[in-house]
């Protein structure tokens, strides 16, 4: 698999994402949400016969808890490189009430969303 477009290298007309799509990083549901408009211009450029002008840059989101009640979100590309959703809101490298928050009540609950398939 292509890491920055998502498609196949061997069979081009197979695109992937999530799980299945073996990029190095990014194996999260919040990777999904970037990947998604990544295949989406790859499949749609391909129908038309142009090259595709979207690529996926690793973007990954790892909720760490560091104990109850605090919890870092810590973003990052491919590079390694900090890219942070919420500049100014949520310090990436800080132990935070409100990212703990995140990570037990609204990521909880859209897992168990997607685990049964509503999501």
Wanted: proline letters at 7%.
């Amino acid at each position: 698999m292509d890491a920055l477009t998502l498609r196949h290298l061997r069979h081009p007309e197979v695109w992937a994402l999530g799980d299945v799509a073996g990029v190095p990083k990014g194996k999260t549901a919040a990777s999904v949400k970037w990947q998604v408009p990544v295949v989406e211009d790859g499949l749609l450029s391909a129908i038309a016969g142009t090259e595709p002008t979207e690529t996926y840059n690793g973007y990954t989101s790892c909720p760490l808890i560091t104990r109850v009640g605090r919890a870092m979100l810590i973003e990052f590309d491919y590079n390694n490189d900090l890219v942070p959703s919420f500049p100014g809101l949520i310090a990436p490298l800080e132990e935070l009430w409100v990212s703990w928050l995140m990570k037990e009540v609204a990521l909880k609950a859209t897992y168990n969303a997607m685990l049964r398939g509503r999501a």
